[in-house]
Nanobody, 125 residues
Framework: QTRLVESGGGLVQSGGSLRLSCAASGITLNKYSVAWVRRAPGKEREWLFCYGIGDGSTYYADSVKDRFAFSRDNANNTIFLQMNNLTPDDTGVYYC??????????????????WGQGTLVTVSS
């Protein structure tokens, strides 16, 4: 059974940082495109980042590209999202996604096969 488990969310003050983790089982993340998505209260889902396995391209949303950074630990089959200089607008539930189509030019990863359960990030002003 394939599972993606996010962690690292929490309450942080504006200007602070968090690092989200997405640990996988049943799927080898470095063999597939992956993405990060968030859903803020009362807003549509927002794609934040995707990595395309085909050519290794990465795409960030304009809203986060200078503050968030993707990384991975292949040995532990985990991907990360380092989030810096957080603002209240970054509040939301963050999800990782795997086995999808990240083709650019934006961070949308289509036809996601696997989603994590989400981790809540709350940024206080």
């Amino acid at each position: 059974q394939t599972r993606l488990v996010e962690s690292g969310g929490g309450l942080v003050q504006s200007g602070g940082s968090l690092r989200l983790s997405c640990a996988a089982s049943g799927i080898t993340l470095n063999k597939y495109s992956v993405a990060w998505v968030r859903r803020a209260p009362g807003k549509e889902r927002e794609w934040l980042f995707c990595y395309g396995i085909g050519d290794g391209s990465t795409y960030y949303a304009d809203s986060v590209k200078d503050r968030f950074a993707f990384s991975r630990d292949n040995a532990n089959n985990t991907i990360f999202l380092q989030m810096n200089n957080l603002t209240p607008d970054d509040t939301g539930v963050y999800y990782c996604a795997a086995q999808c189509y990240c083709l650019g030019p934006g961070p949308v990863c289509n036809d996601v096969n696997y989603w994590g359960q989400g981790t809540l990030v709350t940024v206080s002003s």
